[in-house]
């Protein structure tokens, strides 16, 4: 069963590869990344980019009201916490899209969403995500 909702992260990906943004991208249709790869994944990250700022981008469910937001933490998120699998933190920066409201099931209010919303969101959140990325690379290039 296809999970539509948490598709927004891997659709980031490859709008972010598409436009061409200056930074690493890892997790796309083509490879995403989930919760049985993760371990690689954070490993990878503190080998290969220690001090390296890391932006964090997943679906999530919130409030009612939350629901279209895209949301931006300064910890990092919590991969699997909507589905009661919460691990430790990843990342620096959060970029989490509100695919839905919490309630019973929340597998299946992620699995319903719809492909045109998932698509809408995933816009929002690489708009976003790129402007961090931007900002951060100008940052950096100040202080050197």
């Known amino acids: 069963m296809r999970v539509i909702g948490d598709s927004v992260g891997p659709r980031v990906g490859d709008i972010l590869k598409a436009r061409g943004v200056d930074c690493f991208v890892y997790g796309d249709s083509a490879g995403n990344v989930n919760a049985l790869k993760l371990d690689v994944y954070e ?7 220690s001090g390296d700022v890391v932006i964090a981008v997943d679906a999530a469910l919130g409030e009612n009201e939350d629901v279209g937001r895209v949301k931006v933490t300064g910890n990092g ?3 699997g916490r909507a589905l009661g699998r919460a691990r430790g933190r990843v ?9 839905g409201e919490k309630g019973e ?3 299946a209010r992620l699995a319903a969403g719809s492909e045109a919303f ?3 969101m995933a816009q929002k959140a690489a708009d976003i995500t790129q402007e961090l990325v931007e900002y951060i690379n100008m940052s950096c290039a100040r202080a050197q």
């Open 43 to 49: 490993n990878l990250l503190r080998v290969c980019h």
């Open 77 to 79: 998120l919590f991969p």
């Open 91 to 99: 990342g620096d920066i959060g970029v989490l899209a509100v695919m």
């Open 105 to 107: 099931d929340n597998f």
């Open 118 to 120: 998932a698509e809408h």
